[in-house]
């Protein structure tokens, strides 16, 4: 319900001001847990992409073992 002051100024009832601000409540709450989401996800792709980084560099460690081993194998060889 609406009403004037005493300025003239237009007033809300007390009722519809506590709906407001419940309201003004849940979205605040749900914008918190929206950011909680997102920060979740950003921690998770990170460790992800650490977990891709690693199995790069395993990777990569074996094919220069194995290069390397290929290259001791040659050179044993040749030196017979």
Do not use: N, P
Not at 57 to 79: D, H, K, N, P
């Amino acid at each position: 319900m609406r009403g004037r002051d005493r300025q003239g100024c237009f007033i809300e009832s007390t009722a519809k001001r506590t709906h407001e601000i419940d309201l003004e409540r849940e979205l605040t709450r749900a914008q918190v847990g929206v950011e909680a989401l997102l920060r979740e996800q950003r921690r998770l792709g990170a460790q992800h992409l650490q977990i891709v980084a690693d199995a790069l560099a395993i990777t990569q460690e074996r094919e220069v073992v194995g290069f390397l081993r290929g290259v001791w194998l040659y050179c044993s060889t040749a030196m017979s």
